[in-house]
């Protein structure tokens, strides 16, 4: 009896222990790759489609639900697949580029989209990041998909039939295929983009089965030719078939290449000699160890899927555009300049949106990443004379900002080394006194705003409030760059001085951001909640706090800590209906309305920092309520996970480090602004080997203020941690009350950086 007793108290201590411990063991089982995939065009809840990738993979699949061209490529309430694509789509707003797209069809020969599309339903479908699995209902066939970093393996499960086919598509805008029975091989190229690619540019694929073609033809804009094995035109493919046994399984290995075939069949040597199944485990482990560098324990099964969604999210963009030659070396297609060139590359990113947290987290959790990002804008730079502003996969005209600066600054400030950084101080001092025509790379109006201190509202630029404020913080970014470098004052002097530019557009009966003529006349017409104009997808309630690097001088500027809480809190109060009549009505504007937290508009990204903003004059514990009204609201594990763009991981980012419980509020500084922790424990594994311990033990849904604050096992008071304590590994623990501590952190000497305060 005795021994009974002793054993089953040992199972019951077990269990409460594994209750205590680190309960997430494969992170990747909480990932859904469907969140944010119920949008469309007049409503984004995340514009994403269910990407089957590595991190930060070259080539991406999804399985294609629109049509040929369409930029909304997945729909979760769509019921039809049309092909599974292979894809390098970061944004529907930017669109496609490198894509085909392979279809199992079973007793009819059929090419046509519409035609071999089939009925699918998600109870059917399995969605991994590293797996994909659906039943197409109509064919009786069963796929699934497994992905590397340039390559990929199908797995096709068919009824009994003499007449199962696979299509191939080389999409239309010019394109090319051939078969090769022999081999069992087909190969191919699509030439079809979006823009921003050069003349040269071709996406090469190949494609090899394991079992022998019994059924061969290619096609061209939509006639099926059985004599042809070989076809180039403006929109080609090739059907494939074989008689096959129910439940016969075949296998169809996939890669491509932006610079040869030859190199197309080296990248599908990523798959090797394993399995499927082999493969299937490969990418789980993989997944699982970039994932697993953060570690999160809550008994809220929401809360880890929403955070485990948002860090896969977030290690999607920028991806490799990088392949690996014979020889082993790193080789690139340049996006530039049309050239193979020795080095990496990477692309398909905002800098507008990703400068402001998500390049700040791979600094913190994947240095080793960005260092080979750092060294790819090197390149882009060398090829092109302009560092990109906006990539995919070259220069776009998106946006606007030179915020490349901030990506640049904020990665050496944060102790990344190893690549050449007196090029990108180049660089960085180029693309602030020139522009690209025809892009968004360097600054457009530059002449403008190094004359006057501003972006005139009439002189044929708009947005230029927008620009200002953006180019402000961009030359603080370099003045800063350039102290750390040892830059002499006569090189950083200038962007020093323009680093206050902000206050050029400064109302002061406003207390808003306000366009400006050349003249110096604000605009007469001016309506805070008015949308575009003189700003870039918002208006002035959520322009007005884009002083990242300076909240002290725009404190001052509003008349001190009251007045500006007090315009702070107004963003809340105002309707969100406001503005809405100012222009014709963009998604963003309608997210921000139904939302219904006032002008604060989450879902697109100027606004995203506001929040945190509190920590600066004086009242922290607003930051704390709204942080977390944000995190339990806008954000969730579902189809409709986002409120608005999920954006290439600057969405998610911000989640991933507010519920850790601090964020950037800006890039360039060594410090990570104070909110409060979502989860009860956390781990952060960095890449030095140090670990960051985060605890907040008494932690709840109804507790979201922070009570009090340990360092160590020392009381810390300040609003901001700093790189370098995290850097060092920390112990940080957070008591957290249902109640504000309106005493801690409203000392001028807890307020984080400002550069008005800099000595």
């Known amino acids: 009896m005795k021994k009974q007793s002793i054993f089953l108290w040992i199972v019951v201590l077990s269990f409460l222990g594994r209750l205590q411990g680190w309960a997430v063991e494969n992170p990747v089982d909480y990932v859904s790759t469907l969140v944010g995939t119920q949008s469309k065009f007049e409503l984004s809840t995340g514009n994403t489609y ?47 580029y490198g894509q085909f797209a392979i279809m199992p069809v079973v007793g009819k020969v059929v090419f046509d989209q519409d035609e071999r599309a089939s009925w699918f339903s998600h109870k059917a479908e399995v969605a991994k990041p590293y797996y994909y699995k659906v039943y197409l209902a109509d064919t009786d066939v069963t796929t699934e998909i497994v992905p590397t970093d340039r390559a990929a393996m199908f797995r096709f499960t068919f009824p009994d039939s003499d007449k199962s086919y696979v299509v191939v598509d080389a999409f239309d805008r010019g394109s090319y295929i051939k078969v090769v029975p022999g081999e069992n091989k087909i190969i191919g190229y699509s030439t079809k983009n979006s823009g921003g690619v050069p003349s040269n540019f ?35 493919g090739a059907i494939i078939g074989f008689k096959t046994k ?43 160890k970039e994932l697993g560098k953060i570690e999160v324990q809550d008994d809220n099964i929401d809360n880890l899927r929403t955070f485990y969604s948002c860090l896969y999210r977030s290690l999607l963009f920028p991806r490799k555009f990088h392949e690996i030659d014979a020889k082993g070396k790193v080789m690139h297609y340049s996006p530039y300049n049309g050239e193979v060139l020795p080095g990496y590359m990477f692309t398909d990113t905002g800098f507008w949106d990703t400068f402001r947290c998500l390049f700040p987290f791979l600094n913190l959790m994947y240095p080793s990443m960005n260092q080979q990002m750092q060294e790819g804008l090197v390149n882009a730079y060398k090829e092109s004379g302009f560092l990109p502003e906006w ?3 070259g220069h776009r005209d998106c946006m606007v900002g030179n915020n490349s600066a901030s990506v640049v600054a904020d990665a050496y400030i944060k102790g990344l080394r190893g690549y050449d950084i007196e090029t990108l101080w180049e660089a960085l001092k180029h693309g602030a006194n020139d522009y690209l025509k025809g892009t968004a790379s360097g600054r457009k109006g530059f002449e403008h705003y190094n004359d006057l201190g501003y972006v005139p509202n009439n002189v044929g630029i708009g947005q230029n409030a927008a620009r200002t404020l953006e180019y402000a913080y961009n030359d603080w970014t370099i003045y800063t760059l350039g102290k750390k470098l ?19 557009i400064y109302h002061p009966e406003r207390k808003l951001m306000v366009g400006k003529s050349k003249e110096g006349e604000f605009n007469p017409k001016f309506d805070p909640a008015d949308w575009s104009g003189d700003f870039c997808e918002g208006n002035s309630w959520h322009w007005s706090f884009c002083v990242f690097h300076d909240p002290q001088g725009l404190i001052d500027l509003m008349g001190g800590k009251k007045e ?7 963003v809340f109060v105002l ?32 606004i995203q920092h506001m929040v945190y903003m509190y920590n600066y004059s004086g009242e922290p514990w607003k930051a704390q309520y709204w942080v977390r009204e944000i995190m339990n609201k806008l954000y969730n594990p579902n189809p409709d996970g986002y409120c608005g763009d999920e954006d290439n991981g600057q969405t998610s980012a911000w989640y991933v480090f507010s519920a850790l419980g601090f964020y950037t509020v800006c890039p360039g500084t060594d410090e990570y602004i104070l909110g409060t922790p979502l989860f009860k424990n956390m781990k952060l594994h960095l890449e030095n080997g140090k670990t960051v311990t985060i605890k907040a033990p008494n932690n709840d849904a109804d507790k979201r203020y922070v009570q009090d604050m ?46 008005s305060n800099e000595k």
Do not use: C
């Not at 290619?218 to 030719?225: F, G, Y």
């Open 564 to 570: 500006f809480n007090q315009m702070m809190d107004s």
């Open 202 to 236: 071709k996406n090469y694929f190949v494609v090899k089965f394991d079992k022998p073609f019994t059924f061969t033809s290619t096609v061209k804009d939509n006639t099926i030719d059985q004599n042809e094995t070989e076809n180039t035109g403006n929109h080609v």
């Open 575 to 606: 309707p969100g209906h406001l503005g809405m009549k100012s222009r014709g009505v963009i998604h963003e504007m309608r997210e921000m309305q139904v939302m219904n937290m006032g002008q604060y508009a989450h879902g697109n990204q100027p």
């Open 50 to 96: 269910p990407a089957i990738a590595m991190p930060w993979g070259m080539n991406f699949w999804t399985p294609q639900t629109g049509r040929i061209g369409d930029g909304w490529a997945y729909t979760y309430t769509a019921d039809k697949i049309r092909g599974f694509k292979q894809t390098h789509q970061p944004s529907p707003w930017m669109n496609d």
């Open 246 to 288: 129910r439940g016969e399984v075949v296998h169809a290995r996939v890669a491509s290449s932006f610079i040869s075939h030859e190199q197309a069949e080296l990248n599908l040597k990523e798959l090797g000699r394993d399995s499927f199944d082999k493969l299937v485990e490969k990418g789980k482990s993989t997944w699982n």
């Open 391 to 393: 990539a995919t996969p």
């Open 486 to 504: 040892g830059k002499p004052d006569s090189e950083t002097g200038i962007y020093k001085q323009r680093a206050l530019n902000y206050k050029n």
């Open 710 to 755: 340990k360092l160590n096992g020392s009381t810390y008071t300040k609003n901001y941690l700093t790189h370098e304590q995290l850097m060092n590994g920390a112990n940080i623990e957070f008591i957290m009350s249902p109640v504000p501590n309106k005493k801690k952190g409203i000392r001028s000497q807890d307020a984080p950086y400002s550069f």
